[in-house]
């Protein structure tokens, strides 16, 4: 008997998705030409290396959802030296290119996901990095990846316009995940939104306000921090990079 939670878990996801990558393609078509050889906000990589990465991994999620609703062990990726080349291989290229490969993966994605089945949404399957997870949550790692790497494209698209469902989901797991973490115990609270968090080991020592967007900037890594008000005014405490 199948759990129908996992199908509309799955169908609010995919509505976001939809949403995040039609202000992705329009953040990305407003680019000059020459743009995409440009930095990012990722060290090492190009604002063509951040499409390409974001094209490539919409077609690898293509390949967990035929796997789920095929019953396949379908890699995610042909590798990780694949994965790294086929980057590399699109970055360089002119950005007409990679607004249309975006545009093409986004509807193959879309398309794969209009043929799971609900007994599809339930089948498990395995992520590149070996760990195991239920075919429903494939949207919402996709909404990750356009929502985080729209920012690192460094192109005007802050944590500011993240949506608030979005960062206040993020800055509650990313919180947890730092809870016990081998850091001074720091007090988390999101002004607009009434969360609060303790990170760290300890008692805390120091408290961090702000709003949730960019509280969830800086536990991402997208930040550091300078924006967000400390109790007292010490430094931040490093924290480890995002898994």
Avoid: C
Avoid at 73 to 91: K, L, M, S, T, V
């Amino acid at each position: 008997m199948t759990d129908p939670q996992s199908a509309a878990s799955a169908a609010a996801w995919l509505g976001q998705v939809e949403e995040s990558t039609q202000r992705l393609l329009q953040t990305a078509a407003a680019l000059k030409p020459d743009a995409v050889g440009e930095p990012s906000a990722l060290p090492g990589w190009t604002r063509g290396h951040v499409l390409a990465h974001l094209a490539r991994n919409a077609d690898s999620l293509v390949n967990l959802l035929n796997g789920a609703r095929t019953g396949t062990d379908i890699p995610q990726y042909a590798g990780h030296e694949a994965r790294d080349a086929d980057i590399e291989r699109d970055a360089p290229r002119p950005l007409d290119v990679h607004l249309a490969d975006l545009r093409a993966s986004h509807a193959r994605f879309a398309e794969a996901a209009a043929l799971m089945t609900p007994e599809a949404w339930e089948a498990s399957v395995r992520h590149r990095f070996g760990y195991v997870f239920p075919a429903s949550d494939i949207p919402h790692k996709r909404l990750l990846e356009v929502e985080y790497h729209h920012v690192d494209l460094d192109a005007g698209h802050t944590p500011a316009h993240w949506p608030r469902s979005f960062a206040t989901a993020q800055f509650r797991k990313l919180a947890a995940g730092l809870a016990g973490a081998d850091l001074p115990a720091v007090e988390l609270v999101a002004e607009d939104t009434g969360d609060r968090a303790v990170i760290g080991t300890g008692e805390p020592a120091l408290a961090v306000r702000g709003p949730v967007r960019a509280l969830t900037a800086w536990l991402s890594g997208r930040s550091a921090g300078t924006d967000l008000r400390r109790t007292p005014d010490t430094a931040l405490p490093p924290l480890p990079p995002m898994g």
